[in-house]
């Protein structure tokens, strides 16, 4: 029977940046994949010699010295990379009530370049990014070689996003401009928290680049490094049980039918699917299982890829966030309606004058997909089809509304709905950014990376923030449980 130091569930970022962090460190580890290609939402796909991107659209904090620089270095992976520098002067663009207003990289030309829309915020503006910095420099590269992981930042996961940019402006338009990009961290009004925005605006006000030719390359250049230290990385290996004998976890049962032994498991998968597959245990008790249980999830994406005509349609190196009206908060009670969306290229070899793939995201709950909840992909049938059809003409109308239209350089579209997500990443509801942080309760919404079964451990979007940064983040101080906090940390950083 097969053994192993440490097993980890899932191939997303996390279970692969844990992977390759523990097999620098000299543990026989092995990635288990339930699905043919690795890499959850860093994965793309191809269909018809076109390369379409799931999750992952542009990274930030990518210069020389920032933090996901650092990390990816450590890795070994950073000079591998292809990778494009978005538009210094424009990498988001915000349509707000008839307007387009740029976000611009580095606090100095942000701050310039709002305050040309606001004359009279510019000292707001100033106190805006000091405010993102604040929350931005509780990870940092002198952090890190000084053996600290993060800096503790409790009060700005206690501090509503939207009532802290109120008092830094009471301009009700710049206070809705700030929060433009909020489909970013699967924003909610009155809900999230500062830290979120903070932390993922601040890492992109640093420096934003989009993966040339996918973000899949990520995946591929950690499982090099996985393999290169002597672990295995396995696909098409679905885990089916997390078993436990006298109050350990003794490895995993695959495909129903193989069992794999490790001394740890680490779960990349949401907790509450983990829990789902884990023996029955008197460790872990009831209590947590309910607590997990009845954590909020995040809203899905409905995504269309738009394959355009040869060059047939610009290449822009930004992105743009559509809002209909003053609404930059998707909410719920807005039912199947359009009200935001995000429209990104991805970046291709090919061409940097004309675009091969545009995407565009709009946010939707799995209850508007309640009809073929019980279907697997492939086997939706042809009232689903027509459904994304529908869906996809509302979001170009959408679009063109807000002067963007694509119209005949369209070649063909794609289409992906949370049941998508649900069925290919195992989130909850198809979610896109896992569990709800709330700022009213914040312990509520944190989950330790550490179980009551002390070799069982978790990793991925759901512990911390989602997205590149929170996630590398995360998997940082999964392993830190392994290897010590001050130790790992003085490796990232003297990387």
């Not at 969306?341 to 004058?353: D, G, P």
């Amino acid at each position: 029977m097969t053994k192993y130091d440490i097993i980890i569930i899932g191939s997303g970022l996390g279970g692969l940046e844990c992977g390759a962090i523990l097999s620098k460190e000299g543990y026989n580890v092995c990635v288990l994949e339930k699905n043919a290609l690795f890499g959850g939402c860093f994965q793309s796909y191809r269909r018809k010699g076109h390369l379409f991107d799931t999750g992952i659209h542009y990274i930030g904090s990518l210069d020389e010295g920032q933090i996901m620089n650092q990390y990816f270095r450590y890795f070994g992976i950073m000079d591998k990379l292809k990778l494009r520098r978005l538009d210094e002067s424009a990498f988001d663009q915000i349509y707000y009530k008839n307007g387009i207003y740029n976000f611009a990289m580095g606090d100095s030309l942000f701050t310039e370049t709002l305050s040309g829309y606001f004359p009279h915020e510019k000292a707001n503006l100033q106190r805006y990014t000091e405010k993102l910095s604040e929350v931005g420099r509780l990870i940092s590269v002198d952090h890190l070689k000084k053996g600290i992981i993060a800096v503790e930042g409790m009060k700005y996961f206690s501090t509503s996003a939207t009532a802290l940019i109120s008092e830094i402006t009471p301009n009700r338009d710049l206070q809705n401009i700030l929060c433009g990009s909020s489909l970013l961290y699967g924003g909610i009004k009155d809900v999230s928290t500062f830290y979120q925005h903070a932390m993922i605006n601040h890492s992109y006000i640093e420096s934003a680049y989009r993966f040339v030719d996918g973000s899949m390359q990520v995946s591929l250049e950690l499982i090099n490094v996985i393999r290169s230290n002597g672990g295995t990385v396995l696909n098409n290996k679905e885990v089916t049980r997390i078993i436990v004998e006298n109050e350990k976890v003794k490895g995993v049962e695959i495909n129903n039918e193989e069992i794999i032994e490790s001394n740890y498991v680490i779960s990349n998968m949401h907790p509450k699917r983990t829990l789902e597959l884990l023996d029955k245990n008197r460790s872990i008790k009831n209590a947590y299982i309910s607590r997990i249980n009845s954590l909020k999830n995040t809203y899905g994406v409905f995504t269309l890829h738009l394959v355009m005509k040869k060059e047939s349609y610009p290449y822009i190196n930004s992105n743009f966030y559509l809002n209909e009206n003053d609404n930059v908060w998707y909410n719920k009670e807005n039912g199947p309606e359009i009200t935001n969306c995000m429209i990104s290229m991805q970046a291709s070899s090919k061409s940097k004058q004309y675009a091969e793939v545009i995407s565009i995201l709009t946010p939707m709950y799995i209850d508007e997909l309640s009809a073929w909840e019980n279907t697997t992909y492939g086997h939706r049938g042809e009232e689903y089809a027509r459904f994304k059809e529908n869906k996809a003409q509302e979001i170009l109308e959408f679009t063109r509304k807000h002067g963007i239209d694509f119209g005949q350089n369209i070649e063909t579209m794609y289409t992906t709905t949370p049941l998508s997500y649900r069925d290919y990443t195992a989130s909850i509801d198809g979610s896109a950014y896992g569990i709800i942080k709330n700022y009213k309760y914040p312990q509520i919404g944190f989950v330790s990376t550490r179980t009551k079964l002390n070799n069982l451990f978790l990793t991925g979007q759901n512990l911390n923030v989602h997205g590149a940064l929170g996630v590398t983040l995360t998997a940082i101080i999964t392993c830190s449980e392994f290897l010590g906090q001050e130790y790992l940390a003085k490796k990232v950083g003297n990387a």
